[in-house]
């Protein structure tokens, strides 16, 4: 009897110090790693004074997005064609490019750069635009200049294109009608009045896209 309580005992002492040896393996820190700068490409059109809003984003080994490292710095690797501000805001001043757009921050002894790229392009005077059989707009947005052209493709579906403000000044006239879409043809229309000229397909809700004009 003596003999099997000890091994018991014997047991039990075994058993809880298997369970106590367990540990949890930590994940290492997050370290500063790189500086992702976005859009890392973009294509300003129109000069000067057009704008557009770049963004600086630290990230860890893994990938991750960090907060509170503080404030990058902006550079441009050439103002003639376009400045950047102190909060990544930059500004066409001339046709040309590529420019490189480069972020810069330093947190806890560890400084990273990041770069974007960008060319300033005079606004088209033309445009096209698809119908889809899979009832959108593609591109859904264009800009052109003023005087310019948008052409819409329309493949087998038929649609319309009606403009939701047709009675607004340099809006042109829309393309086709409910009881007679329009398929598998090419239909073009000209935009005398910088604007924007937003529009949809009466067949199809949903169905919209926009005419930027400047």
């Known amino acids: 009897m003596r003999a099997s309580v000890v091994m018991i005992l014997a047991s039990l002492a075994v058993a809880g110090c298997g369970s106590s040896g367990s540990t949890t393996t930590q994940p290492p820190p997050p370290v500063f790693t790189s500086l992702s700068v976005t859009p890392d490409t973009e294509t300003i059109f129109g000069a000067p004074g057009t704008t557009v809003q770049m963004t600086a984003t630290p990230l860890d080994q893994n990938g991750r997005a960090m907060s509170g490292l503080g404030t990058p710095t ?4 050439d103002e003639t064609i376009a400045t950047v501000n102190g909060s990544g805001l930059v500004t066409s001043v001339a046709l040309g490019g590529p420019v490189s757009i480069t972020a810069t921050l330093s947190s806890g002894g ?33 800009t052109i200049k003023a005087g310019g052209q948008v052409t819409w493709v329309f493949q087998s579906l038929a649609h319309t294109v009606t403009f939701n403000s047709p009675n607004a000044p340099g809006t042109p006239e829309g393309i086709g009608t409910a009881s007679s879409p329009v398929a598998s043809t090419s239909v073009s229309r000209t935009f005398t009045t910088a604007g924007t ?10 169905m919209t896209g926009t005419v930027i004009v400047k």
């Open 74 to 77: 902006w550079a441009s690797s």
């Open 197 to 206: 000229y937003p529009y949809h397909c009466l067949i199809h809700q949903g």
């Open 110 to 142: 560890v400084t990273q750069s990041g770069h974007g790229s960008l060319v300033v392009a005079d606004l088209p005077e033309s445009a096209s635009v698809t119908a889809t059989t899979g009832q959108a707009f593609q591109p859904a947005s264009v």
